[in-house]
């Protein structure tokens, strides 16, 4: 590879700043790789519920025991009839539409019945139910909406778009999502090419991709009110 | 007079800051970044055989046969160079830090006391409440600390 140098000099002024301030910035509990992961599909969850209530749903939080306050998500993926930790989903009641459900980092059956974990699954209750009862897993062809989230500090690795484009061709790519908080041109345009949703630089101080991102959910959400009114 | 560091000393030196306070994921990811190298589009003129009369076969005629002919967009790959390393730096700690604090602070209003548990419960992550008001200072002289020196980079190139 080429490669041009630069003779930039670096003040130890600017340098001991950024030092510095980098200690006290952090909590190391959330400082890990896998923490902010977790925190970026919180996140997107969150932009999920915002866009529902948008349309005017009512959510009411719940695990396994019935209503809850507290809020309990997954570190790693799950199946939805887990009983190990009694772990929070978002009930979601859009206005004229049966009831859903959204949950984090749940597992789904796709068409080839292989599982694939969902960051953000949005499922019907009726579903989500017959998965607890009979401890079964969902079956992809009944989400409706799925998030793929990605956080990371530089581009996204291209093999992450690849392993996506392969799920949605297993679980139906009509609303399947791919969110990541930074941007990668050449991600981007193998997504663009094989028209898949996606949306980058997922950030709270980007209000524009947020306000985009939560349109596109509502799309999804808006479709399955049509479909089932 | 300040005593001024090259940019790669400077990378250097944060590189090892970030190891020690448990950033060394963000290390890796770039230092990878790094290896893969800086995605750029270049146009280049495509080479061609010129028609040949007769029977020859241009293909089996040497190289400078070769004619360059229209110019076309190609991807290629170069080397970043030290301060493109150094704000690649600057950025992930961005992502890694000042990023995650906001999404932390969001999150936390929309979950309060969100906790996230492992099935087997041996990973458990309380996400406090006003953790980032606590942080408030230091996420403000950080952010204010890259942003100088983002722009200083970004001078000594417009020199």
């Known amino acids: 590879m080429q490669r041009s140098v630069n003779h930039m000099a670096v003040s130890d002024e600017l340098l001991n700043a950024v030092q510095s301030a980098l200690g006290p910035a952090i909590v190391p509990s959330l400082s890990t790789s896998s923490a902010s992961s977790d925190l970026f599909e919180a996140y997107v969850l969150g932009i999920v519920l915002d866009a529902a209530r948008d349309l005017g749903a009512q959510v009411e939080y719940r695990n396994r025991n019935g209503p809850t306050n507290q809020f309990v998500f997954r570190t790693s993926p799950g199946f939805i009839f887990s009983t190990a930790q009694l772990y929070t989903y978002a009930s979601i009641a859009l206005p004229n539409a049966p009831l859903i459900e959204a949950h984090m980092g749940v597992q789904v059956a796709g068409r080839s019945e292989v599982l694939h974990e969902c960051d953000v699954a949005v499922l019907p209750h009726t579903e989500a139910q017959t998965c607890r009862v009979n401890s079964v897993h969902p079956r992809s062809s009944k989400l409706i909406l799925a998030v793929e989230c990605k956080f990371y500090t530089v581009s996204l690795p291209l093999h992450l778009a690849r392993s996506f484009i392969g799920l949605g061709v297993d679980i139906g790519a009509g609303d399947c999502h791919f969110v990541v908080n930074t941007n990668s041109y050449v991600i981007e345009k193998l997504l663009a090419h094989h028209k898949r949703h996606w949306e980058h630089q997922l950030v709270p101080g980007a209000p524009l991709v947020v306000g985009r991102l939560r349109n596109s959910f509502q799309i999804a959400f808006k479709n399955f009110i049509a479909k089932n009114q | ?159």
């Not at chain 2, 604090?101 to 099935?119: D, Y």
């Open chain 2, 1 to 159: 007079m300040p005593a001024e560091l090259s940019s790669r000393e400077a990378f250097e030196n944060v590189i090892a800051t970030l190891s020690e306070k448990g950033l060394a994921w963000v290390v890796n990811q770039v230092r990878h970044q790094i290896e893969l190298g800086k995605p750029i589009t270049r146009r280049a003129k495509e080479l061609y055989y010129p028609r040949r009369s007769g029977e020859e076969d241009s293909r089996f005629a040497s190289d400078p046969a070769l004619r360059p002919g229209r110019e076309v967009q190609f991807r290629a790959t170069v080397e970043y160079t030290d301060d493109e390393r150094l704000q690649l730096l600057l950025s992930a700690i961005q992502q890694a830090v000042l990023n995650t604090a906001a999404i932390e602070e969001v999150v936390t209003r929309q979950f309060p006391g969100l906790t996230f548990v492992s099935e087997e419960a041996d990973v458990r992550i309380v996400v406090g409440e006003g953790e980032t008001d606590n942080r408030a200072a230091a996420l403000l002289h950080l952010q204010t600390a890259i942003d100088e020196l983002n722009a200083a980079i970004g001078e000594s190139h417009g020199r």
